[in-house]
């Protein structure tokens, strides 16, 4: 049984959901998130092209990432500007 490119790319990004759910960064769900968009372009377009498929996964996981970090950002995350903190050296 031979597998195509796609679905090498979909058992990948499924992967990278499986350590998300242990790690808990939201790293990972760029790279998975990624990893299945790079299996559709592998879908529609037949086949793999390295350097296609390797900007594609670059530029979504990195959109993904930066766009999680913003929209899961803790409170605690953030400081307030003049507010004075016990543990700020």
């Given at each position: ?15 990278f ?22 299996a ?10 390295f ?5 594609i ?33």
């Amino acid at each position: 049984m031979n597998m195509e490119f796609y679905q090498i790319s979909i058992v990948i990004g499924i992967s990278f959901f499986i350590i998300e759910m242990f790690t808990l960064t939201y790293i990972f769900l760029g790279t998975g998130i990624a990893s299945f968009a790079v299996a559709i372009v592998q879908y529609l377009f037949d086949g793999l092209s390295f350097n296609r498929d390797l900007m594609i996964f670059s530029i979504v996981s990195l959109m993904v990432i930066l766009a999680s970090r913003k929209i899961f950002k803790r409170k605690s995350d953030q400081s307030i500007a003049g507010e004075e903190d016990v543990n700020q050296y």
